[in-house]
């Protein structure tokens, strides 16, 4: 079965330091992948996805994540964290089954 | 202009009640979904629906039912609230039911059961 792992449900940067946010998957063939922020009392957004091509891929806001079959992760980055993107970070795998999997989510904190 | 919007956006309720939500889409997607989110901000799918017609119905008490009029909006209703209700409930759309589409949320329903 299909699932996806968020590694560290809450990450502390401070400002102006990388995020490194982490999500692995499992799957027999390759995903389709997508990195969603969650604000305050708001719906998630999409930040950025892969689905075919390019691994690196670049999303809003200077994020950015790498698709590496490999190691089966697509993990989410930013070279400078910002105060405004504190917020709840989610994974997420679609398979060609047209199912789809959300992780358990990372909560961003910028420290000042 | 609102692309998924879901009302009311809090839900104060007492035990035992029947409740309904809606949702409704403007971007001309055929697919839309109904989520719940704990405490945890753990995501749980609960229904999918595309051009109407039910897709996806996980394990959900059958207390719950959604109700598509028309592709551009899923409406949720629910009956006799129990407190392991209280969550937020979301909505969202996208434009196909394939798994490389990107889905796009409403603000959320804040349930709380009393």
């Known amino acids: 079965a299909q699932s996806v792992t968020q590694l560290g449900s809450h990450v502390s940067v401070s400002e102006g330091a990388l995020v490194l946010l982490r999500c692995n998957y499992s799957s027999s063939v390759p995903p389709y992948l997508f990195w969603y922020v969650q604000y305050p009392n708001q719906g998630l957004q999409l930040l950025l996805k892969y689905t075919t091509g390019a691994t690196l891929v670049k999303g809003i806001n200077g994020f950015e994540a790498e698709f590496k079959k490999s190691e089966t992760s697509f993990h989410l980055t930013k070279p400078s964290a910002h105060m405004s993107d504190a917020a709840e970070y989610f994974c997420?795998?679609?398979?060609?089954?047209?199912?789809?999997?959300f992780g358990t989510g990372t909560s961003l904190t910028v420290i000042p | 202009d609102t692309a998924v919007s879901q009302t009311p956006k809090y839900l104060v309720t007492q035990m035992g009640n029947d409740k309904s939500i809606k949702c409704e889409q403007n971007l001309g997607h055929d697919t839309m979904y109904w989520y719940k989110q704990d405490s945890k901000k753990f995501l749980k799918i609960m229904f999918s629906y595309n051009n109407k017609e039910l897709i996806i119905n996980e394990t959900v008490p059958n207390r719950f039912s959604p109700k598509s009029p028309d592709k551009a909006h899923l409406n949720l209703h629910i009956n006799s609230l129990e407190l392991g209700d209280s969550a937020v409930y979301f909505c969202a759309s996208s434009q196909e039911y394939y798994s490389n589409q990107p889905q796009h949320f409403g603000d959320g329903t804040r349930l709380s059961i009393l």
């Open positions: 997420a795998v679609g398979n060609t089954g047209n199912q789809f999997y």
